[in-house]
């Protein structure tokens, strides 16, 4: 071994003892640096001199890689915990928000304002004939009728929110995408040959994990460093490429509903996680839920309503009424499709009672409503008008929107009704207290707004009568068909204490995602994280090494410079 020999041994050491502090350096200057993943060294010797039989001499010491300290599995351990925890965070969030608006725990609210209605009833059926009981009847059906809608409104401006909250994300992930996409070019590039490219490996796993905060996705690493991403089994990055995503609203039983749909192909997602995710749940299931709920609440208490008032009597019959629902197909059976009504009638009967007011006789006349669906001859409007029409003192037409008219053939006749064992009558609007069909259109009927004596509190003619008002306020608490055999109360209270429920199950979903995701990147710290004292322990270990190094190449100057004086 000679001189240069012994000079490239201490250079190797001195450059590499170098390298090395540097590296540790930079370490100790990222210790807080979100994403930063520690690097290492990896040196080997050089290969060992001949020098004779059996004698072998190094050759001092080089630097093999640096190597960006990661497990890859853990990484996307910790992608899915980020995109668990968005999901249910953001679902809880958003559910507070329909809390928030239906005010369940506070005094403004249905269940409260649907007490009220039916006390109204109780307090009538206490003075059936009291004009203050009646005024406040429709005072707090108004009010019962306001607040639904008010918050059917609100509730379908939430379904507003979220389709822009959703577009919105879609920009953000498309952004995401392609910074994706350019990293992984970049990372190509750096890496061929010998090249390292650790930070950039850092950039591209804090957009990863970002976009786990939108979706939960998958990645697969090819051999030039580049990623593709999955979510499912459909690829947002495919050969180190992006493809973008769009939101598109395909209609599935009859609602609009947003798809998240990717690349050229249109290839729809399947939003397991992310806040992307929780955004299309609450979107297609959460709001939907409940705003059929509300429909359904607002549909089934005014049918339940009309079915007990129009079969009723209030302080005076009619001289004339027009239904206020409309009828598609008048010769149509009324129970049809064709016939297109809102509310089904059944097969049954009803009576309608004409009296001449003069002389306060009363005749009654029954109209049978055949919808049993045999003989071909079930009752259609049309039939239904024919039948009427041949009783004495009556006459009954269709208007063009498809309404039936009564009119009393007579200024001292008038007309009223009982026993509607088909609820024909509530189907047409006939002599009902609630117009509309679902929470948009609930509504006082103007007939009983402008007229308080037509609230039908009573049956059998009886002057303070108070059956029917009785009827409508025991609804609170009786079962009805529409809601399975259970009560209007009841079916809002479930809807209210599901809301809870689900609340509740996401928000401790979301503290449990959350202490697995704490508990994986204290895992990840362990392996990627900078150890301050373990990196000043390396800055020591390097800098004694770099000064010997040093001192080496210090002690083959002084021996070269001994040489060349002897000569």
């Not at 990484?75 to 915990?81: Q, W």
């Not at 004495?392 to 009223?416: C, F, R, V, W, Y």
């Not at 009982?418 to 009558?425: A, K, M, N, Y």
């Amino acid at each position: 071994m000679g001189l240069n020999t012994a000079l490239q041994i201490g250079r190797s050491g001195l450059l590499t003892a170098q390298t090395a502090l540097e590296l540790t350096g930079n370490n100790l200057a990222n210790a807080a640096t979100p994403g930063y993943h520690r690097n290492n060294v990896v040196l080997s010797a050089v290969a060992s001199q001949r020098l004779g039989p059996n004698v072998y001499l190094g050759q001092g010491v080089q630097l093999d890689s640096i190597v960006r300290q990661t497990d890859e599995a853990l990484e996307a351990r910790i992608r899915g915990s980020i995109s668990d925890g968005s999901y249910s965070q953001t679902r809880t969030d958003l559910l507070k928000q329909i809390e928030s608006i239906e005010g369940e725990f506070t005094t403004v609210n249905v269940s409260s304002k649907l007490g009220k209605f039916f006390d109204s009833w109780s307090g009538l059926a206490s003075k059936p004939q009291d004009d203050a009981k009646r005024t406040i009847v429709i005072s707090e059906s108004e009010t019962l009728a306001r607040h639904i809608q008010q918050i059917d409104s609100e509730i379908k401006d939430l379904r507003g929110q979220t389709d822009s909250a959703i577009k919105q994300s879609v920009v953000s992930v498309n952004d995401t995408l392609e910074q994706i996409g350019q990293l992984n070019q970049q990372i190509a590039l750096s890496e061929q040959g010998t090249g390292n490219a650790s930070s950039l490996r850092d950039q591209r796993d804090q957009l990863l994990a970002e976009l786990s905060k939108y979706m939960d996705v998958s990645t697969v690493e090819m051999p030039s460093g580049s990623v593709d991403v999955y979510v499912g089994s459909i690829p947002i990055v495919m050969n180190g490429q992006p493809q973008r995503i769009e939101v598109a609203y395909d209609t599935i039983n009859g609602v609009s509903t947003p798809v998240i749909k990717a690349g050229k192909d249109k290839d729809p997602l399947v939003m397991n996680g992310g806040q992307l995710g929780a955004l299309i749940d609450y979107r297609t299931i959460d709001l939907e839920k409940t705003i059929d709920s509300l429909d359904s609440l607002a549909k089934q208490l005014i049918f339940e309503v009309n079915k007990q008032h129009s079969q009723s009597q209030g302080l005076s019959g009619f001289t004339d009424i027009t239904g206020t629902y409309t009828v598609q197909d008048s010769s149509a059976a009324l129970n049809s499709v064709a016939a297109g009504m809102e509310f089904t009638p059944e097969h049954g009967s009803f009576k309608i009672h004409v009296k001449d007011k003069s002389t306060g006789q009363m005749t009654t006349s029954v109209i049978n409503i055949d919808l049993d669906g045999i003989g071909g001859d079930d009752t259609s409007l049309d039939s239904l008008v024919a039948q009427i029409n041949s009783v004495a003192g009556i006459s009954a037409s269709i208007s063009p929107s498809g309404q039936i008219k009564l009119n009393a053939d007579g200024s001292n006749l008038e007309m009223s009704f009982s026993e509607d064992s088909s609820g024909v009558l509530a189907a047409l609007g006939v002599n009902t207290f609630f117009d509309g069909y679902n929470a948009t259109t609930i509504a006082v009927n103007d007939v009983i707004k402008s007229d308080s004596s037509k609230i039908a509190s009573g049956r059998g003619h009886l002057a303070g009568d108070n059956t029917a008002a009785l009827a409508i306020d025991a609804l609170r608490d009786e079962p009805i068909d529409g809601f399975n055999g259970t009560s209007i109360t009841d079916f809002w209270n479930k809807h209210v204490q599901d809301l809870a429920v689900n609340i509740s199950q996401s928000n401790s979903q979301a503290t449990a995602d959350q202490t697995v995701k704490n508990s994986l990147e204290a895992q990840q710290q362990s392996i990627s994280g900078v150890n301050v004292d373990e990196e000043t322990i390396n800055l020591m270990k390097y800098q004694q090494a770099y000064q010997a190094s040093a001192r080496y190449l210090s002690t083959v100057q002084q021996l070269m410079e001994t040489l060349l004086s002897l000569a």
